[in-house]
């Protein structure tokens, strides 16, 4: 284990906590002082765990002030992966020089290698809209995925990321397969973000093969979710393809489009703005 002793250290002077406080049936004081000097390297993780309740401090915020209060790179990664609202080109660009360079350190990170050749297939998608290369980048992740027992959150966030490169018959059984997986994380922190975008990107897709009333529904659901979890950017995503819906199916949906765009506008979101935009024009027939 890394030399985290100066860390602990550091957090627990400045929350005026004694060592004995700290060390407390846990080890020795005499063990623990070593530990904070970097003369006692090797403690069991569990160890580790039961000093940062002590100090009252997550293993995030830990790793993060270890780290000089900087996002270590395998983290900073897999969180502005995770966190993509939509494909930016240049974004996608900045994450893979990313995973180059911490894979040039790790080339045996397996979940960062599925993220760059994600990235990858993303990236083609979106300069080119060539569909069947970067599925053809994508299946074997799908293929190994789908063969597993138990999906875990990694597992989860990178199925949604490759779903609407998939046909719809596809992306439909993704979904099924990681929200019966998503089940077993119903009281696990912010689990609802992940519904929200498998519901928005297999709204895109219904959208795309004609199936409004498909499509609505996973966006009625996603409104549901995104008003608990106040998450105002996919919100103003669903109101948009609500109205496309709407629109599509012969009922007044301009109420709804404006209403996304008009909150992406207080958002700030414009590069998202233009993208949604589009949308309405392509898949409504009308100028916005």
Known sequence: MNNYGETIKKIRVGKGFSQKYVSN???TQGNFSKFELGENKDIKHSTLSEFLVRIE????EFRYIDNGY???LRDEIINNFYNQTYNNSEKLLQLQQSCISFLKEFPEDKLINKINIIIKSLAILANTNDIHYAKLLAE???????RRDNLYLSDIFLLNSILYIFPIETAVEMKTFAF?????????QNINRIKINFL???SLLYLKNNDYNMALKQ??????????EKHFINLSICYIRKGICLNNMGKCGLYWSHKGMN?????????LLSILKTEVEKYSNYIV
């Open 25 to 27: 049936n846990i080890c």
């Open 57 to 60: 401090t997550s293993y995030e």
């Open 70 to 72: 900087t996002m270590p």
């Open 140 to 146: 074997p992740i799908w293929e190994e995925l789908s």
């Open 180 to 188: 019966r997986h998503i089940e077993k994380y119903k009281n696990f």
């Open 200 to 202: 928005i990107n297999l």
């Open 219 to 228: 966006l009625e659901n996603s409104i549901e979710l995104c008003k608990i």
């Open 263 to 271: 909150m992406l506008e207080v958002l700030d979101q414009f590069d």
